[in-house]
Protein backbone atom coordinates (compact mmCIF):
# COMPACT_ATOMS: atom_id res chain seq x y z
CA UNK A 1 0.00 0.00 0.00
CA UNK A 2 1.39 3.28 -1.09
CA UNK A 3 0.45 5.73 1.88
CA UNK A 4 2.45 8.86 2.86
CA UNK A 5 1.75 11.96 4.82
CA UNK A 6 1.77 15.50 3.63
CA UNK A 7 1.86 18.65 6.85
CA UNK A 8 -1.59 20.18 6.39
CA UNK A 9 -0.97 23.48 4.47
CA UNK A 10 -2.32 26.34 2.46
CA UNK A 11 -2.43 23.87 -0.81
CA UNK A 12 -4.58 20.59 1.33
CA UNK A 13 -6.01 22.67 4.09
CA UNK A 14 -9.89 22.69 2.22
CA UNK A 15 -9.45 19.01 0.89
CA UNK A 16 -9.15 18.10 4.55
CA UNK A 17 -11.96 19.66 5.91
CA UNK A 18 -13.94 17.61 3.60
CA UNK A 19 -12.67 14.25 5.45
CA UNK A 20 -15.16 13.25 7.89
CA UNK A 21 -15.80 9.55 9.62
CA UNK A 22 -19.24 7.54 9.74
CA UNK A 23 -21.87 9.17 11.40
CA UNK A 24 -21.89 6.57 14.84
CA UNK A 25 -18.38 7.43 15.06
CA UNK A 26 -18.42 11.15 15.05
CA UNK A 27 -18.93 11.48 19.24
CA UNK A 28 -15.23 9.67 18.84
CA UNK A 29 -12.98 12.22 17.11
CA UNK A 30 -13.14 16.00 16.98
CA UNK A 31 -13.86 17.26 13.19
CA UNK A 32 -10.66 18.17 11.50
CA UNK A 33 -11.62 22.17 10.78
CA UNK A 34 -11.50 21.60 14.84
CA UNK A 35 -8.27 19.96 15.22
CA UNK A 36 -6.72 22.24 12.61
CA UNK A 37 -7.87 24.75 14.60
CA UNK A 38 -6.41 23.80 17.76
CA UNK A 39 -3.06 23.17 15.74
CA UNK A 40 -3.42 27.01 14.79
CA UNK A 41 -3.72 28.02 18.44
CA UNK A 42 -0.88 25.81 19.75
CA UNK A 43 1.96 25.19 17.81
CA UNK A 44 3.09 22.15 19.67
CA UNK A 45 0.77 19.99 17.49
CA UNK A 46 1.49 18.83 13.74
CA UNK A 47 -1.36 18.07 12.24
CA UNK A 48 -1.10 15.63 8.76
CA UNK A 49 -2.73 14.37 5.98
CA UNK A 50 -2.81 11.05 5.05
CA UNK A 51 -2.61 9.53 0.97
CA UNK A 52 -3.09 6.84 -0.95
CA UNK A 53 -1.03 7.66 -4.00
CA UNK A 54 -3.05 11.14 -4.63
CA UNK A 55 -5.94 10.46 -2.93
CA UNK A 56 -6.10 12.32 0.56
CA UNK A 57 -7.68 9.71 3.07
CA UNK A 58 -7.07 10.37 6.50
CA UNK A 59 -6.12 12.41 8.83
CA UNK A 60 -3.64 12.65 12.05
CA UNK A 61 -2.03 15.08 14.63
CA UNK A 62 0.59 14.49 16.72
CA UNK A 63 2.90 16.52 19.12
CA UNK A 64 5.17 16.38 21.76
CA UNK A 65 4.56 17.96 24.85
CA UNK A 66 8.14 19.05 26.93
CA UNK A 67 6.36 19.69 30.11
CA UNK A 68 4.28 16.34 30.41
CA UNK A 69 6.17 14.32 32.92
CA UNK A 70 10.14 13.63 33.36
CA UNK A 71 10.88 14.08 29.85
CA UNK A 72 8.16 14.96 27.97
CA UNK A 73 5.14 12.84 26.19
CA UNK A 74 5.08 12.47 22.57
CA UNK A 75 1.04 12.43 21.87
CA UNK A 76 -0.77 10.77 18.74
CA UNK A 77 -3.83 12.33 19.47
CA UNK A 78 -6.10 12.13 16.60
CA UNK A 79 -6.28 9.61 13.81
CA UNK A 80 -8.94 9.33 11.30
CA UNK A 81 -9.55 7.13 7.99
CA UNK A 82 -12.05 8.90 6.11
CA UNK A 83 -15.52 7.06 5.74
CA UNK A 84 -14.99 6.48 2.59
CA UNK A 85 -11.84 4.43 2.64
CA UNK A 86 -12.53 2.66 6.01
CA UNK A 87 -12.96 -1.40 5.57
CA UNK A 88 -10.22 -1.30 3.33
CA UNK A 89 -7.40 -1.66 5.45
CA UNK A 90 -5.92 1.81 5.48
CA UNK A 91 -6.30 2.40 9.07
CA UNK A 92 -3.65 -0.27 9.88
CA UNK A 93 -0.99 0.55 7.32
CA UNK A 94 -1.57 4.62 7.96
CA UNK A 95 -1.02 3.62 12.02
CA UNK A 96 1.65 1.77 10.97
CA UNK A 97 3.24 4.47 9.40
CA UNK A 98 2.68 7.35 12.12
CA UNK A 99 4.27 5.04 14.84
CA UNK A 100 7.31 4.56 13.04
CA UNK A 101 7.64 8.46 11.98
CA UNK A 102 6.86 9.74 15.65
CA UNK A 103 9.52 7.12 16.89
CA UNK A 104 11.87 8.16 14.24
CA UNK A 105 10.81 12.24 14.28
CA UNK A 106 11.12 12.43 18.05
CA UNK A 107 13.84 9.40 19.20
CA UNK A 108 10.99 8.62 21.92
CA UNK A 109 10.52 5.54 23.81
CA UNK A 110 6.56 6.14 24.08
CA UNK A 111 4.19 7.36 22.44
CA UNK A 112 0.63 8.61 24.06
CA UNK A 113 -3.10 8.16 22.80
CA UNK A 114 -6.71 8.59 24.33
CA UNK A 115 -9.95 7.20 23.33
CA UNK A 116 -13.29 6.52 23.92
CA UNK A 117 -13.79 2.53 25.21
CA UNK A 118 -16.49 2.58 23.28
CA UNK A 119 -14.98 2.60 20.18
CA UNK A 120 -14.20 -0.77 20.20
CA UNK A 121 -12.76 -0.51 16.60
CA UNK A 122 -9.82 1.80 17.38
CA UNK A 123 -9.62 0.20 20.62
CA UNK A 124 -9.06 -2.94 18.79
CA UNK A 125 -6.31 -1.82 16.38
CA UNK A 126 -4.64 0.08 18.49
CA UNK A 127 -4.05 -3.01 21.06
CA UNK A 128 -2.87 -5.28 17.67
CA UNK A 129 0.49 -2.48 17.74
CA UNK A 130 0.91 -3.36 21.51
CA UNK A 131 -0.51 -0.01 22.55
CA UNK A 132 -1.86 -0.43 26.32
CA UNK A 133 -4.01 0.95 28.90
CA UNK A 134 -1.55 2.51 31.39
CA UNK A 135 -4.39 3.81 33.75
CA UNK A 136 -4.69 6.95 33.36
CA UNK A 137 -7.83 9.07 32.02
CA UNK A 138 -7.44 12.39 30.05
CA UNK A 139 -9.33 15.46 30.81
CA UNK A 140 -12.41 14.21 28.86
CA UNK A 141 -12.65 10.95 30.74
CA UNK A 142 -10.68 9.37 27.61
CA UNK A 143 -8.55 6.03 28.51
CA UNK A 144 -4.84 6.41 28.10
CA UNK A 145 -2.84 4.20 26.21
CA UNK A 146 0.93 3.87 25.33
CA UNK A 147 2.95 2.18 23.18
CA UNK A 148 6.74 1.30 24.57
CA UNK A 149 9.38 1.08 21.96
CA UNK A 150 11.17 -1.96 22.83
CA UNK A 151 12.17 -5.70 20.85
CA UNK A 152 8.15 -6.65 20.75
CA UNK A 153 6.35 -3.55 19.34
CA UNK A 154 9.47 -3.32 16.65
CA UNK A 155 9.04 -7.04 16.13
CA UNK A 156 4.75 -5.99 15.51
CA UNK A 157 5.17 -3.19 13.50
CA UNK A 158 7.33 -5.31 11.12
CA UNK A 159 5.07 -8.04 10.98
CA UNK A 160 2.18 -6.12 10.49
CA UNK A 161 1.38 -6.20 6.91
CA UNK A 162 0.85 -2.35 4.69
Known amino acids: ???????????????????????????FIEPVSQCIQEAEQLDLWNPVAIYHGTDM?????????????????????RFLIDNRYQGKGYGKAALKLLI????????????????????????HLYTSFGFQENGEKDVNGETVMCLQKNHESVRQLNEISG
Open 100 to 123: TRLFCEYQCNTIYLSLYQQNKHAY
Open 1 to 27: MNLHIKPISAENKKEALQLNVKTEQSS
Open 57 to 77: IGFAMYGFFPYEDTHGRVWLD
